[in-house]
């Protein structure tokens, strides 16, 4: 699949574009992001889009004009883009790491390329140690300080990529495998089975006789860049998407402890063995073996969890944060599902940053099986994000109603906004206007480096005002890429509580608030709104990173509040 690779040229050339000072550049910069995210979060490869439909297949893809259709024609033909190096010539630095740490944007990434030589990563890293940053104009102690931050960030990483990057490639292996005609299955394990927000790598489980075969198979797929090992029964490889990913092939009888072992996590395995240990047993990956030595684990997982007197959990709980005494007292709560959603509460449109009309956004909702979903596009603070006016939304107003007479109740498109959530804690639209809204999610976005109390304070104020309904990412996290705000998350469970305010589970990158977090504020009274935040048609599909978080916080479906069906939904809503 070519969809990271062609995603992230595109994005690049956007970058690369917003330091060029023509008239329409800035216009090419929003068409070039935009289709990067379409290409990026695309579900299926754009190879075979391309393959069925040729340019004109490419060009329904939202956000993606004759231009940068034309692009990626050229790419999947050639592996190159002449705009792309006719650019790069004129930018030759890895502007797209660069740019990627939190505190450097492209045209300080230019200047730092002009006037101290900084192509990469390394470059940077030496002169922040030589302090030579901080003594460019325009820069300054704060600066200079700000990029190693962001930098320190990003090395805590580790290298760790964001499973909405990953999860696309593996599940495309796995059926490729599943497919193969070569084993009898194939399954994810490891933390992209436990849904981690990132993961080091994929590990991949098969059973099949033809274990050779099978490594013969997958070392030639099309994701595999290059072969680390080749063995009989196990190899490893590193994925073109720049992450690696192992594969076993196992027995049959042994299957069952073999998932629960690579499955992990760690923690959680050392822990299940110990109790293995105090039953008279030895747990490994081959096996659970009896005194005898006779391998009694059998093909499933749950059998391994029965014979020790253990709940099977889901793999999402599998953390050591509790879920082992859980699963020995028979107490696994159930988890909240996909299958539990009904509609998503945070969703733009054209109106705002979207890419695709308030139709096409009800319509792939309602295929998807949704009862709702909430129209909540940006307001005035955010012009970069083509933020609306109390007028403006009068008007997506009556348009929100005239679409639902003709759904007839079949769906409903529910008023709302992302309404921003200023310095000082007001919100940056009239009363009168978010007095009309069914869903109103509000949202920090701009002034993020103010100290823990002010911040805290800034959004209690703006649940207090009791017209939002939903917070939407409360730490202002991103994946890998900014952290959270300082905020004392408690007490903004303790306002969202008093103020019948839903948490938002953003399902994006941003991944906010995230597993630990949900954790640290169920004990409050309040529900949590699991939400792709969807700027085009294709990404209410990542609401499954949403659920992996929620479940891995071990939320139940009577704490989702965009679990209920359209009519109790309204009623919560309703003020
Ligand atoms: P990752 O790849 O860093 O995102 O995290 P995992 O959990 O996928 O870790 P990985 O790929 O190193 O190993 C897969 C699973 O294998 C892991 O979750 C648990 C199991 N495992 C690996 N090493 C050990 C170990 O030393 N002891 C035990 N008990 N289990 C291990
Ligand atoms: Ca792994
Ligand atoms: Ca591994």
Same mark, same amino acid.
């Given at each position: ?402 679409? +639902? =007479? ?8 529910? @008023?709302? &906004? *992302?309404?921003?959530?200023?310095? /000082?804690? $007001? #919100? ?51 994946? +890998? =890429? ?8 408690? @007490?903004? &469970? *303790?306002?969202?509580?008093?103020? /019948?305010? $839903? #948490? ?72």
């Amino acid at each position: 699949m070519k969809n990271k690779e062609i995603a992230d040229i595109i994005n690049e050339i956007a970058t690369m574009l917003s330091l060029e000072d023509f008239a329409t550049a800035r216009f090419e910069v929003r068409a070039y992001q935009k289709a990067a995210l379409t290409v990026g979060t695309l579900q299926e490869p754009i190879e075979e889009v391309y393959q069925k439909g040729g340019v004109e297949a490419l060009m329904e893809l939202p956000g993606v004009g004759k231009s940068i259709a034309a692009l990626i024609e050229e790419y999947l033909k050639t592996g190159k883009s002449k705009k792309y190096e006719m650019l790069k010539k004129k930018y030759p630095f890895d502007i797209a790491s660069l740019t990627a740490i939190q505190g450097l944007g492209a045209k300080k990434a230019l200047r730092l390329y002009q006037e101290l030589k900084i192509k990469n990563i390394d470059d940077l890293k030496k002169a922040i140690e030589q302090h030579k940053i901080a003594k460019l104009e325009g820069f300054g102690e704060k600066s200079e300080e700000l990029i190693k931050t962001g930098l320190g960030f990003m090395a805590s990483g580790g290298g760790r990529m964001r499973i909405q990057d990953a999860l696309p490639t593996a599940d495309e292996m796995i059926k490729k495998l599943n497919e193969s005609g070569l084993v009898e299955k194939a399954m994810l394990a490891g933390s992209a089975r436990r849904m981690r927000e990132t993961v080091g790598d994929l590990d991949i489980l098969v059973i099949s006789n033809k274990p050779e075969k099978v490594m013969d198979f997958f070392t030639k797929m099309s994701n595999v860049e290059a072969i680390i090992a080749k063995g009989p029964t196990r190899s490893a490889v590193r994925l073109n998407i720049g992450l690696n990913c192992d594969i076993r092939v196992l027995e049959p009888e042994s299957f069952g402890a073999s998932v629960q072992y690579f499955t992990g996590s760690k923690d959680h395995n050392i822990q299940v063995r110990t109790i293995a240990v105090g039953k008279g047993y030895k747990l490994n990956e081959y096996g659970l073996f009896n005194k005898k030595g006779k391998n009694v684990g059998g093909s499933e997982e749950e059998s391994i969890y029965e014979a020790l007197g253990m709940q099977w959990m889901p793999p999402e709980m599998r953390e050591a944060r509790g879920e082992v005494k859980l699963a020995q007292e028979h107490k696994i709560p159930k988890l909240v599902d996909v299958n539990d959603i009904k509609g998503d509460l945070h969703s733009h449109t054209k109106q705002s940053d979207g890419a695709n009309t308030l139709e096409e956004m009800a319509e792939a909702a309602m295929k998807l099986g949704y009862e709702y979903i909430a129209n909540t596009d940006h307001t005035p603070n955010l012009p970069i994000a083509n933020g609306k006016s109390d007028k403006e939304f009068e008007q997506i107003f009556k348009k929100v109603d005239k679409l +639902n =007479e003709t759904l007839k109740g079949k769906f409903r498109v529910l @008023k709302g &906004a *992302e309404v921003d959530i200023l310095k /000082n804690g $007001a #919100l940056d639209l009239k009363d009168s206007t978010l007095k009309q809204m069914d869903c109103a999610v509000g949202a920090v976005h701009m002034n993020t480096t103010m100290p823990k109390k002010e911040m805290t304070d800034r959004i209690i104020k703006a649940l207090d005002t009791g017209l939002i309904h939903v917070l939407a990412h409360p730490t202002g996290r991103k994946v +890998n =890429e900014r952290q959270a705000y300082q905020v004392d998350l408690e @007490k903004v &469970a *303790e306002a969202a509580e008093r103020n /019948n305010v $839903a #948490l938002e589970v953003n399902a994006t990158d941003r991944m906010d608030i995230n597993d630990t977090n949900i954790m640290l504020v169920s004990k409050y009274k309040i529900l949590f709104a699991i939400d792709t935040d969807a700027h085009r048609t294709q990404d209410f599909f990542n609401i499954r990173y949403g659920i992996g978080t929620a479940r891995r916080g071990w939320l139940t479906k009577d704490r989702v509040l965009n679990a209920l069906p359209l009519d109790k939904l309204i009623k919560k809503l309703s003020r």
